[in-house]
């Protein structure tokens, strides 16, 4: 059984003059999973978004590395069931659906 505590991902994308840094930190609480990104567009101030959802609507949350590790497990074996899918959050922060 695979569970995500705490998860960090930090992106910096330079277009010329014009950086973009990203960061989205997950976090596991009693509650739920708790998730903040955050954007900084050139010399701008910091934009943050904080996300929470709730236990059962993450039931079967698949993290990044998770999803890492189990694309590697299917491709080893050469098979993925059919309507294979799990809860999963997007680069946004954002309640998604991640689909083999």
């Known amino acids: 059984q695979l569970e995500t505590l705490e998860q960090e991902q930090h992106e910096r994308l330079e277009f010329r003059a014009h950086p973009v840094e990203r960061k989205v930190r997950m976090?596991?609480?009693p509650h739920g999973m708790a998730i903040t990104v955050t954007i900084r567009e050139g010399e701008a101030e910091p934009q943050s978004q904080d996300f929470s959802y709730s236990w059962p609507s993450l039931e079967g949350l698949?993290?990044?590395?998770?999803?890492l590790l189990l694309l590697r497990v299917l491709a080893?074996?050469?098979a993925v069931p059919p309507g294979l899918s799990f809860p999963?959050?997007?680069?946004?922060?954002?309640l998604c659906t991640a689909s083999y």
């Open 76 to 78: 080893h074996r050469r």
């Open 27 to 29: 976090v596991q609480q």
């Open 88 to 94: 999963a959050i997007d680069s946004e922060g954002q």
């Open 62 to 67: 698949l993290g990044e590395a998770a999803s």
